[in-house]
C-alpha cells in the first residue's frame, strides 16, 4: 500500500496519521465522527477513507504506529 511521497519527504498518509496521533494525543478518541476527526486534522473525510478505510482502520492505524513509536524507545 505504497503512497507517493512529498518533496517534504513524506507521504499524505503519514502527515494525516501524525496528525491524528496528535489530535487524539490533546482530545483523547471519544466518539468523534470520522468527519469530526479529518475537520480537526485539517484534511476532508474522504482522504481519510482513501487512505485508512474507515474510522476503524484509521484508530487501528493510530495504535499500531503509537506501539511501534513506543517500542522504539
Same mark, same amino acid.
Do not use: K
Given at each position: 500500500m505504497s503512497r507517493?511521497?512529498?518533496a517534504a519527504g513524506t507521504s499524505p498518509r503519514a502527515r494525516l496519521l501524525d496528525a491524528?496521533?496528535?489530535h487524539f494525543g490533546r482530545? =483523547?478518541?471519544g466518539d468523534t465522527s470520522l468527519r469530526g476527526i479529518a475537520e480537526a486534522?485539517?484534511?476532508s473525510h474522504r482522504m481519510l477513507i482513501y487512505h485508512? =478505510?474507515?474510522r476503524e482502520g484509521?484508530?487501528?492505524e493510530v495504535t499500531r504506529e503509537v506501539e511501534?513509536?513506543?517500542r522504539a524507545r
Amino acid at each position: 500500500m505504497s503512497r507517493s511521497v512529498t518533496a517534504a519527504g513524506t507521504s499524505p498518509r503519514a502527515r494525516l496519521l501524525d496528525a491524528a496521533i496528535d489530535h487524539f494525543g490533546r482530545h =483523547g478518541i471519544g466518539d468523534t465522527s470520522l468527519r469530526g476527526i479529518a475537520e480537526a486534522v485539517g484534511t476532508s473525510h474522504r482522504m481519510l477513507i482513501y487512505h485508512f =478505510g474507515s474510522r476503524e482502520g484509521l484508530l487501528a492505524e493510530v495504535t499500531r504506529e503509537v506501539e511501534a513509536r513506543q517500542r522504539a524507545r
